[in-house]
């Protein structure tokens, strides 16, 4: 099993619609957890961090499900802004973080 | 102010030449890293840098040699580099290493093309 999956994508969403991700992670010891946004051909940018149950900013929730070893990423009334490449990362020892192979988000007109 | 910044954006070389890629930040960030990206894949690290001193070497060729002169900069100096070391090279840093809820804020990267 890999350390972190993710739903591989693309998902294509028309603008207005509601979109989730899904990343799972094999390291039950994991305390925090981030979602990253990648524009093409840019830099990874900090979308939201995950420490308990969840976070909620604005558009967008992530969910945690420990017991799951189970994170999601919810964007509501999506944007054509919102069209990237959404990475789950999970921080290992060392400084070291984990990254998802990402998936790919299209929001149309 | 979370900026890292990176020089040069675009970097073509042949596989004798040496250069340098160079990383700065001015967060009072203690740890530093090196990440390459392949197209339509995530970021691979390659260095990080605890408090000026290496701390993590991921099996990098010795092709790549990290440098951090001070606690704001951290250099990657390359030299015979082959074709398929052509990627984005992304440098990143966080306040501290080691401690698993530290994020860490990435710089607009190096896209490097060897001929």
């Known amino acids: 099993r890999k350390e972190v999956e993710q739903d591989p994508g693309p998902f294509n969403v028309p603008e207005g619609a509601t979109v989730a991700f899904n990343c799972t992670y094999s390291?039950?010891?994991?305390?925090?957890f981030f979602w990253y946004r990648q524009d093409c051909r840019k830099e990874p940018k900090l979308l939201m961090s995950v420490y308990s149950s969840g976070n909620e900013d604005g558009r967008f929730t992530a969910q945690l499900n420990r017991a799951s070893q189970y994170i999601s990423l919810l964007i509501r009334d999506s944007k054509l802004s919102d069209s990237a490449t959404y990475l789950c990362?999970?921080?290992?020892?060392?400084?070291?973080?984990?990254f998802g192979q990402g998936t790919e988000l299209s929001v149309k007109p | 102010d979370t900026e890292v910044t990176q020089t040069p954006k675009h970097l073509v070389m042949g596989m004798t030449n040496k250069k340098s890629l160079k990383c700065e930040q001015h967060?009072?960030?203690?740890?530093m890293y090196w990440y390459k990206q392949k197209a339509k894949k995530p970021p691979e690290l390659m260095f990080v840098y605890s408090y000026e001193k290496l701390s993590i070497n991921e099996s990098v060729p010795s092709r790549f040699s990290p440098e951090c002169p001070n606690s704001s900069l951290l250099n990657l100096h390359l030299h015979a580099l082959q074709p398929e070391d052509s990627a984005l090279y992304l440098c990143?840093?966080?306040?501290?290493?080691?401690?698993?809820?530290?994020?860490?804020?990435f710089g607009p990267g190096t896209r490097l093309l060897v001929l």
């Open positions: 990362v999970v921080p290992a020892q060392g400084g070291k973080l984990i």
């Open positions: 967060m009072g960030h203690r740890a």
């Open positions: 390291n039950s010891a994991s305390q925090s």
């Open positions: 990143a840093s966080s306040r501290e290493n080691g401690y698993y809820q530290e994020t860490q804020y």
